[in-house]
């Protein structure tokens, strides 16, 4: 089976403003998903950060690294 580039599809490229609402999207759809999970984590960890800042932030840094990849 022959690779199908873009070029071979026809397809165009539409550039960062579609790559952006597509994100956003799909960030919208995907956010009440999220949400049960992320919500008592984030009180705890805005909790802690309110009596110790470096504690709370690093506590968030793992979850903050894995949902940007």
Known sequence: MPWS????VNMKRK???AAFLLGLIFGVAL???TFAY???????TF???A????YG????LP???DIAR
């Open 63 to 65: 979850t903050a690294s």
């Open 47 to 49: 909790k802690l950060a």
């Open 51 to 54: 009596t110790n800042f470096l």
């Open 31 to 33: 956010g009440p998903c």
């Open 38 to 44: 992320m919500a008592p984590m984030l009180g705890v």
């Open 5 to 8: 580039g873009p070029r071979q």
């Open 15 to 17: 550039g960062l403003l």
């Open 57 to 60: 932030a690093l506590l968030l």
